[in-house]
């Protein structure tokens, strides 16, 4: 129970790896309160499971959400782990203004906002965490704003890290590679699902576990001379 009496924050904490996230927080012994958009039903069976979890439905195209999820963290927080993002496909020259700000808003712009949030609220010695992507390494065709808009994460979080610094609380970044969720199956075909575990050194798709574990540790109270890094968690497919 290496976090018990912490307090932490997950965005688009209901499924895939943010769910992940939130199981491995609260065993920990984590006070989690965490986000979801639309699936409220599994967003409760999420909390029930977890045991020291709360579900608050927040829209991350609308920063004024902020106000609703970080309410019931008042009392103080120790880590907020920004993992809600959307990545939808289009090659450049379908982007529309429309689209560049929607992304924008949910990949960067509500994380940045989340971390003013969380400053007054962060006891020191706490902990942020952003979930980026291998993609920002590993570009590929239609992915113009998903990347630009995780590589926009990650250069706040190096900032983050100078300005967080002086209280002690680190700030970081999560690169997952190929992880077998909803949104990995749903944006590849079979064909690019079955030949990715050859190309990965460990020879097989990550879990969403596999990035949960990363994010404990990263929350944790021994990653505490780690802080302005992006840790690829690839399995290898990216060495």
Avoid: H
């Avoid at 790896?17 to 927080?25: P, Q, S, T």
């Avoid at 993992?83 to 939808?88: D, E, K, M, R, S």
């Avoid at 808003?105 to 979930?131: C, H, S, W, Y």
């Amino acid at each position: 129970m290496t976090l018990a009496g912490r307090t932490a924050v997950v965005t688009g904490g209901s499924r895939g790896i943010g769910a992940a996230i939130v199981r491995r927080l609260a065993a920990d012994g984590a006070r989690v309160v965490f986000s979801y958009r639309q699936d409220k039903a599994a967003a409760d069976a999420l909390a029930r499971d977890a045991g020291n979890a709360v579900a608050v439905r927040a829209d991350q195209e609308d920063p004024a959400s902020l106000d609703v999820l970080f309410e019931s963290v008042a009392d103080g927080l120790d880590i907020l782990v920004s993992n809600a993002a959307i990545g939808p496909l289009a090659p450049i020259r379908d982007i529309t203004p429309e689209l560049f700000d929607r992304v924008m808003t949910v990949n960067a712009k509500f994380p940045l906002l989340a971390m003013q949030k969380a400053e007054p609220l962060l006891r020191d010695g706490g902990r942020i965490i952003g979930i980026s992507t291998l993609n920002t390494v590993l570009p590929g065709p239609g992915l113009a704003l998903y990347c630009a808009s995780k590589a926009a994460l990650e250069q706040i979080t190096k900032v983050a890290a100078r300005e967080f610094g002086p209280r002690g609380i680190t700030v970081n970044t999560v690169s997952p590679g190929a992880t077998d969720t909803d949104l990995l199956r749903s944006s590849n075909s079979p064909e690019a699902l079955e030949r990715t575990p050859a190309l990965t050194a460990l020879g097989r798709l990550g879990e969403p576990e596999d990035i949960a574990d990363v994010v404990a540790f990263l929350a944790g109270p021994d990653s505490r001379w780690i802080t302005g890094q992006n840790i690829q968690a690839t399995g290898g497919l990216i060495l």
